[in-house]
């Protein structure tokens, strides 16, 4: 298979044995989109389907590719019984979303049988769940009854990140509590807006910064909090960063200007590449891998898949105790880097390879 304007995409840096990956193109809808699936190990490949204006198609394809690893590497530390895939669906500059569009991706879904099984992502709602799922049974992210699992998977992944910011505060800086604690918060949109919530509610300081400035100015206000611009975050003198908007932030030219003891924050791929996780280290900054913090929606839209396949339900209690292992896991990671010297980043790899089989 070959990727749109390049190479083959098994020559792709960022091809890693992907069992599978299709590019589909519906021409009555306009629909285009790619299904990558990384892993099936550990159960149908699970992952968002991110709508985005990509004006480069090959971005599009890297995305599926990473973002189709990341999720293999979060379900398995997770502990869910679910593989690794992504899809993107490459939108027009205006990003133009039809009904034709969405059955059209339904019906791509099902016609691969159940290998992946797609849920919310950027630029997708839980209506946009809802049409796909008159084409496919293979999506979660439903709508739920109170007290159950699924629906909007943006407020269990904050609660995962804010659980394992202060996993991250107790272990680095000793802190029992998040009094106090200087936060800078990059991205406001569901999921940072939900970190800096959970946060400013425990005492915590948040500095934020959005692309939409006025919606950050909105939300400090709320929390007593202060504002700067995206050119700035990174540079804030702070106690944690935690990255929440897109992914590649953590580069050559952006870790000497961190001026933070913790990274922890919900952006995928986070490093640019993975040496980044080393310089990290060596500046002495405690990363929280982005897999392991952000899990917290995909264990509650997963837990909400495999019991609706099981004819059974699944509590919100039931996903929020699976979420608070997140923090565990964390610092089992911490420990381990701390033990054998190697970044945070290469053991939770490590760990996550062999889960899903392909460890050493």
Same mark, same amino acid.
């Given at each position: ?31 285009? +989109? ?11 490949? =699970? ?27 979060? /379900? ?26 969405? +059955? ?89 807006? *939900? ?8 005492? +915590? ?10 919606? +950050? ?26 990255? /929440? ?42 990363? =929280?891998?982005?897999?392991?913090? /952000?899990?917290? *929606?995909?264990? /509650? ?60």
């Amino acid at each position: 298979m070959t990727a749109p304007g390049s190479a083959a995409i098994w020559t792709m840096p960022d091809f890693d044995e992907h069992e599978r990956v299709e590019v589909i193109h519906d021409r009555a809808s306009g629909l285009t +989109a790619i299904v990558a699936l990384h892993s099936t190990h550990r159960g149908p490949g =699970a992952g968002g389907t991110r709508f985005w204006h990509y004006p480069q198609p090959l971005a599009a394809v890297r995305d599926a590719l990473r973002l189709s690893r990341g999720m293999s590497y979060k /379900n398995a530390l997770a502990g869910l019984p679910l593989g690794g895939g992504k899809a993107v669906v490459l939108l027009d500059e205006q990003r133009t979303k039809t009904p034709e569009m969405l +059955a059209a991706f339904g019906d791509a879904v099902e016609a691969l049988g159940g290998a992946y099984v797609t849920a919310e992502d950027v630029g997708a709602s839980v209506a946009d769940m809802e049409a796909i799922h008159q084409r496919t049974e293979h999506v979660c992210g439903l709508p739920a009854q109170p007290g159950q699992a699924g629906g909007d998977p943006g407020p269990y992944t904050a609660q995962g990140i804010f659980l394992g910011i202060k996993a991250a505060v107790q272990y680095r800086l000793g802190g029992k509590d998040m009094d106090g604690v200087h936060v800078a918060v990059q991205g406001c949109g569901s999921v940072g807006s *939900g970190v800096a919530r959970l946060l400013a509610g425990e005492g +915590a300081r948040v500095t934020l910064a959005d692309i939409d400035h006025a919606r +950050a100015e909105v939300l400090a206000a709320q929390l007593g909090g202060s504002c700067v611009s995206t050119g700035e975050i990174m540079e804030v003198g702070c106690d944690v960063f935690s990255p /929440n908007a897109l992914g590649a932030i953590l580069d050559d030219a952006t870790i000497p200007q961190l001026d933070c003891t913790i990274v922890a924050g919900g952006a995928n791929n986070q490093l640019a590449r993975a040496e980044h996780g080393e310089m990290l280290r060596e500046r002495g900054i405690l990363y =929280a891998p982005d897999y392991v913090i /952000n899990a917290g *929606g995909i264990i /509650n839209v997963g837990l909400e898949y495999l019991a609706r396949r099981a004819g059974e339900t699944c509590s919100s209690a039931t996903v929020m105790e699976r979420i608070g292992g997140i923090a565990r896991t964390l610092t089992t990671i911490w420990e381990e880097s701390e033990r054998s010297g190697t970044g945070a980043h290469e053991v939770a790899d490590r760990m996550a390879r062999e889960a899903i089989g392909r460890g050493e």
